[in-house]
């Protein structure tokens, strides 16, 4: 049985590094407290919120144009390039028509589909790794058993029966809990199969930087929530989004710094490589403290079923056209119709044919403030009438039947969304866990979010207040000793990285001891 919580917290990791690859700092378990030496740099704690508080459409928000500086900012952007990516939207758009057309035909079939049994040994045939490469999304089946997924989602209800005063969306019929630290998401973000499989997923990314300081061979955990969504749900009615902040996209402060985006705005959007991980490195992507805003490096998104769902029954979907849909969602800001949907008969949609081809279509004459979609503070969201090419009707597609234990990813800037109605009989049950490499901010982030582990506060990227904090049956890092092995510790922060293991490339070797510093390990 998880014991209860730790009060008050102690941090001090100290331990020599021949008994830290042992065993977890004992000193976690201790009272008293926090070392100095180790404390995460104070960081004002973000208002207390929920889910709906990420995204404008949740929170009863609208749509506008933004401040004039966004004008400014999308000048600078294309100046000198305009022509280039004039004839790039042209291109774009007729890309874009032909692939939404073949997903349209696909439905589910488009995500592809593995099973762990199969991949365990780290090899993936050559079909999936291209259907992934191109789709941005996988279902990877059977990581974990189902007998114990459906254990873990019987310990969550236990969990919050025992703790009535949980927060949750909505709080008179909660589907998405505001829990971080239970003892299911805890065992479930350390089990060697998930730790895995996240390995597996994060090879498909590349550095152009043969040094760069970033592992994708050493997970990092991120404390994210849970959805235990009951049947006839209409309130987490979250549409098309992408994660990883919103306005942040075209800032030069925020993707800005490693020039993720460049290629797109220099009219080459075919060049852009959306698997390349090192131009993501400096990348800010939460510059506005919004809460539920993520500010580590996710490659992946994914989450672990706890229920057997399928489409239509509150599960997931996604459009699977990762390059050709980023580029749109960049480029649409910077373009208008010439003449509006209502003057070909079409709804705010605006679908017809007339409407969306590429001949009514100009470049803004002089930039305007709008950036369809985006709001600082909040995620990136997407609709018909903001964005019509992508023809989101038939573009998103329900992610294919899922059982307990099975996983399912996709790409960091991947469209995805949610059932507007849960339509099914059963719970539709999930463990946000996303695939983090090890990077320096990383590190850092881990460091904060190991505190409020210990005080049993909200993730630093999620609402604040005292989250957890008097929970009955909270584990301790004593208990996570007790359950998860060498590279679970390390995940969250509470062992160190082996940075003598044969094999790394320099960058990696660095950014292990890099991480180790920052973490407390050794100085």
Known sequence: MISARLSPPLLRLRTPRSLVRASLPCSLARTGSTSTATRPKQQQQKRAGDISDAFVSLSGQNFKPLEPRYAALKKRLIRGREGAIADSWIRLLRRLRDETQEIAQLGSAAVPEVEFKDVQDGRLSEEFRKAVEKRGVSVIRGVLPEKEALGLKQDLRDYIRNNPHTKAFP???????????????????????????????????????????ISCSHPTAYADRIRIRQPGDAKFALGPHVDGGSVERWEEDGYGRGKVYDAVF??????????????????????????????MLRLFQGWLSMSETGPFEGTLKVNPLLGVATSYYLLRPFFTPKRPASEFGGSGGGQSAAFLDPANWIMEPDPTSWVQGATPGHGQELAASLHPHLDLERSMVHVPRVQPGDY?????DTIHAVDNVHAGTADSSVLYIPSCPLTESNAKFLLRQREAFVQGIPCPDFGGGEGESRHVGRPTAADVARTADADGLRAFGLQEWDADEPGLSPGQREVLNRANKTLGFYT
């Open 171 to 213: 709080a008179d019929n909660p589907q998405v809990y505001e829990l971080y630290w239970s003892p299911s998401q805890m065992r479930a973000r350390a089990h060697p199969n998930l730790l895995q499989t996240q390995r597996l997923l994060m090879e498909f990314w590349h550095s152009k930087t043969p040094d760069a300081l």
């Open 266 to 295: 220099e009219g080459k959007w075919e060049e852009f490589s959306p698997w390349e991980a090192s131009c993501r490195l400096d990348v800010v992507s939460d510059m506005y403290q919004g809460v539920g805003a993520c500010s």
């Open 408 to 412: 399912v990813a996709w790409h960091c």
